[in-house]
């Protein structure tokens, strides 16, 4: 096997489970670098961090990675350089300077025009349907038809959900209620919320969609590893049980038990295939009773912060970019459309058992837990120093108070 050294973009969660999968697979410590350290990644011996001021910024993080690249193929020419983005702000930074980095590094990049066609929502959905693929009904304002009060004539009936169009825009403003995502009620309730996104400073498009009925456990997410020439290797679909509530993380998955929909996994394949994708795409989408239908609600051109449920259940996703990026196996022409039987987890397990709604998917994961067939992204047996141990606990303890404090249909449980 060719050496090689995994360069991680980021520090969070999503971080710290690409970080395990290379070290499950290979026992190899990747290298991090991030602007800032998040807890994930702390006090860990499988992953190496770094901290550059500002290194979200064009500019930085430019000058920082070519010199890093020069330098590191200076002192260790036959080490391939292996780069993945694990956050949007990094994964659009490396299709942005994509074509410089590629003299020192390996990683899958897409063409900035077609990296931005899929990160703004607005032009997702615009190739949704020119793919023929499903998403909810969507009236998109701009910051202009905010003040014309567009947003007060929409095709369908309220409860609506209200999205920002530019997730990274949305993450460097703040107002009172802000939240990453809204379900609201009432005509009122979305005229404060809308103009005091726009008064904080945000100027990209909103998205207003009609609200698929029904919890968390309605929610899929499909990761799938798509390789360098544009062929899908690999796709895994997971089942959500439980989100975190917090206003500013909601939407983020606590609790994935793995499903399997063939149709679902031809479809998408179908798709990114046509448009040429390649690295790992992760699809949020929301099961909707009126139709029987699953109503696509974004992209993320990278793994998502749950993805290690698909390492836990058998399909290593650090194999998938080095047997691609680094060995340049060629493929066989068989997706595989992985199937699972293990439970993972965010959150430690009384608040699994306290807050997923009863029916067969919780008897299922209770089952799981019970069997021991279930993980968690940050509890490594091989990685779980003191200083790891009490951070771990920490985290937990502050998902503990969370859900107590947010879950607003904790009453409606038995």
Known sequence: MKQFQPILLGSDINAYGMARAFHEAYGLTSLAIAHFQLSPTKFSDIVDVTIVEHFDDPKVFRAYMLQL?????TAHPDVTLLVIPCGDVYANLLSQFGEEMRRYFVFNTLAPALNRQLSYKNTFYETCERHGLPYPKTKVITEEGVARHDYRDLPFDFPVAMKPVDSA???????????????????EELDTLINRSYQAGYHAAMVIQDFIPGDDSRMRVLNAYVDRHHHVRMMFLGHPLLEDPTPEAVGNYAAIIP???EQLFDTIKRFLEDIKYEGVANFDMKYDERDGGYKLFEINLRQGRSSYFVTLNGYNLARYFVEDLVEDTAFDGKTVYGKGSKLWMEIPRPIFRTYVYDGE?????LAML??????????????????RRLMIHHMFNIYKRRYARYFRQKADLK
């Open 370 to 387: 019970e069997n021991g067939d279930w993980g968690t992204t940050l509890e490594y047996g091989k990685d779980m120093n003191v200083l």
């Open 69 to 73: 690249g020069q330098k590191m193929k």
């Open 361 to 365: 998917d919780k008897r299922r994961g």
């Open 169 to 187: 825009a949305w993450l460097g403003i703040d107002f009172p209620g802000r939240k990453k995502a809204f379900i609201i009620d009432t005509p």
């Open 259 to 261: 499903d399997y929909n």
